[in-house]
């Protein structure tokens, strides 16, 4: 059974901090590339940041400087740690495990900015 669970998701004021947390398991954890997503109220999934199984990191403009992403192999968990937040990512935040064409999603947390 694959499972991937979301934690760390709050309301925080702008220019606050919040650290995401996805706990995989029944995969391969090593070999997957991992990623977050995040859906809007009103609008399209759109990728966040990832982080592929050799560790190279990529970013959606939108976050580039804000968010870092990292994956900790020995505890099968990837992380997004968000600085700086704006309104504008207030979403909710899905994992994803990606391996050729296999893709897993979690059910996601809900990040809100607002002050």
């Known amino acids: 059974q694959v499972q991937l669970v979301e934690s760390g998701g709050g309301l925080v004021q702008p220019g606050g901090s919040l650290r995401l947390s996805c706990a995989a398991s029944?995969?391969?954890?090593?070999?997957?590339?991992m990623g977050w997503y995040r859906q809007a109220p009103g609008k399209q999934r759109e990728l966040v940041a990832t982080?592929?199984?050799?560790?190279?990191?990529n970013y959606a403009d939108s976050v580039k400087g804000r968010f870092t992403i990292s994956r900790d192999n020995a505890k099968n968990t990837m992380y997004l740690q968000m600085n700086s937040l704006k309104p504008e990512d207030t979403a909710v935040y899905y994992c994803?495990?990606?391996?050729?064409?296999?893709?897993?999603w979690g059910k996601g947390t809900l990040v809100t900015v607002s002050s």
């Open positions: 994803n495990a990606a391996r050729v064409a296999i893709n897993f």
């Open positions: 029944g995969i391969i954890f090593s070999i997957y590339a």
């Open positions: 982080v592929t199984s050799g560790g190279s990191t």
